[in-house]
């Protein structure tokens, strides 16, 4: 399907990967994927990595709703010990940075990490130059406005058309750049209403024309738990439900808090598509 160069580590995916979320934040809209960088966070770890995780991607920084933005320093705190801590641990494993700072990202991946994901888009103008010259693979995500505003009554006359626009954008920007892999993220929940994210589930297949991995981020999400009336935490068989549409629609790459369940998803549509 793809390939990512991951600082000289070749990734060969020749079916749809599972990136484990991993969050060094007090205050992530799940608790369930909150983690220290300690006692915690190895065993998950560890326990991500057997139940089929591909790559582990690790945070600092929550985007909940009223969330308070930090600073690059502060993030860097959270971040830094627990990539160093998985790297000693588990060396093999490929790691990425969820973070819109290129200067966290350049400490992160000389940390351990191989890939940045960058829930901005690379609204900091640097970033684009900085991850050329990491040689890693970068995660471009969709967002509409800037990230203090990431939750404010998001409108669209064509939600599909706009991202898909933004991301001819982006991809050319980060080409010129000299990044080499680029993963697209339609950014689900993110400047979004559920019905807007909806609409870009059911036609994920249109960015097949830009012809780059795609991932999606659907994990227990409001656009899951509050179309079923329950909460995060109860939210896991709705998630299921939609990484599975999300599959057959064209993500290649899943992003989500319970690795186990997206990996038997992955199974089962793989089964599915290559029934005789």
Known sequence: MFTLNCKGRLLVADKPLVMGILNVTPDSFYAGSRFEAGDQLLPEAERMLTD???????????????????TAEEEQARVLPAIEAIHHRFPEALLSVDTFYPSVAARAVAA???MVNDVSGGKDDSMFATVAALHVPYICMHIKNDLQQLHHSPVYENVVKEVLDYFIIKTAACKKAG??????DPGFGFDKTPQHNFRLLRELNVFSLLE?????????KSTVYKTLGTTAAGALNG???LNTLALNNGAQLLRVHDVKEAVEAVTLYMEYKTAL
């Open 179 to 184: 990044i080499h892999d680029v993963i697209i």
């Open 112 to 114: 351990g990490a191989s």
């Open 239 to 241: 998630t299921t439900a």
């Open 212 to 220: 780059k991995p795609l991932l999606v981020g659907l994990s227990r």
């Open 52 to 70: 089929g995780a591909t790559l582990l991607d690790i945070g600092g920084q929550s985007t909940r709703p009223g969330s308070r933005l930090l």
